[in-house]
């Protein structure tokens, strides 16, 4: 049984190189020891493989690209709070099946990427780092470019269309938004506390909630995954204070996009989303999946097909 401790975990951030599309091969065993454990693609004949660290900031960025031959586009994907890259195997291979090169990164303060564990003081941070890798993509992987993101990772999505403005130049062709972050459950509670927990506490103790209906996935995020922190950064709430704040009080957009939410959402006040999202995304593309929880990328397979077919691409 393959296992990736700690220990491993700080060994490979060490050992890890810069992320180079032109060196496809991964030589690490560290790094094979990574995409086992987290039953990710391996290189092979049908997929390059390119993992290492992209500069953002002078942070490094942990970066894994998957490239089939004759790509028709690249797929960027954007993991959720508390999440990372290693976690998305399902959808690298969907994406993968649909002919697309993937590339995916974990977030600061996630995975195997610089910054405190789950910090944030802004989600602008995450948006440059955002642009960062839109940037890459435009440079060295196939077009069109198509952006997906879960829960948080939707979020970062958003805020980053409505901050661009026009679709002039606007670098995606579609983008597919997993259960994305707004209200989580009980918010306004958490809201008006929230002044007073800043005064006392710098983190809270994470709750690890029953977000898919795949019990063998709640069980690895719980106690096999190495790489989920176990507190939360109060900052991160501020930062996500400010997120409703700012999408609220946005324009909105009329770029064409896709929702996918689950109806038995443990997570998020998902009503209140979705109403928040028509008010505000005029060509939005609703798609309410029937028992589906909040991670939908890690749903049990039946409802991931259906999630899944939901794509647009």
């Not at 993992?51 to 002078?58: A, P, R, S």
């Not at 649909?98 to 990427?113: E, I, M, N, Q, Y």
Request: charged share 20%.
């Amino acid at each position: 049984m393959v296992t990736f401790k700690t220990s491993q975990v700080n060994q490979l951030k060490r050992q890890l190189g810069v992320f180079d599309p032109d060196s496809s091969t991964v030589h690490n065993p560290l790094l094979r020891n990574y995409l086992e454990f987290y039953k990710l693609p391996s290189a092979s004949s049908q997929n390059c493989v390119t993992i290492g660290n992209l500069e953002v900031n002078q942070k490094p960025i942990f970066t894994a690209a998957w490239q089939p031959p004759h790509a028709l586009g690249t797929a960027l994907v954007v993991h959720g709070y508390m999440d990372h890259l290693g976690l998305y195997g399902h959808l690298i291979n969907f994406l993968l099946s649909r002919k697309l090169a993937v590339v995916c990164f974990d977030l600061p303060g996630h995975g195997l990427s610089a910054g405190e564990s789950g910090y944030i003081d802004d989600f602008v941070e995450y948006t440059n780092v955002l642009e960062r890798l839109i940037e890459l993509c435009q440079q060295q992987f196939p077009t069109p470019l198509y952006g997906l993101g879960q829960s948080m990772g939707g979020a970062i999505l958003l805020k980053h269309l409505i901050n661009h403005g026009s679709h002039t130049q606007y670098p995606f062709k579609s983008l597919n938004l997993f259960a994305p972050l707004l209200h989580p459950k009980a918010w306004r509670t958490v809201r008006r506390f929230l002044p007073l927990v800043k005064l006392f506490k710098k983190s809270v103790k994470r709750e690890f909630r029953p977000s898919s209906y795949d019990l063998t996935f709640l069980d690895f995020l719980r106690t096999q995954d190495p790489l989920q922190p176990l507190t939360i950064p109060v900052a991160w709430l501020s930062a996500a204070d400010n997120w409703v704040q700012e999408l609220e009080s946005s324009r909105g957009s009329d770029f064409p996009l896709t929702i996918i939410q689950g109806d038995a959402d443990k997570t998020l006040d998902w009503r209140y989303n979705v109403k928040a999202f028509t008010d505000k995304l005029t060509n939005l593309n609703l798609c309410m999946i029937d028992r589906a929880n909040h991670h939908m990328v890690n749903e049990i397979e039946s409802l991931r097909r259906d999630i899944f077919q939901r794509i647009q691409l």
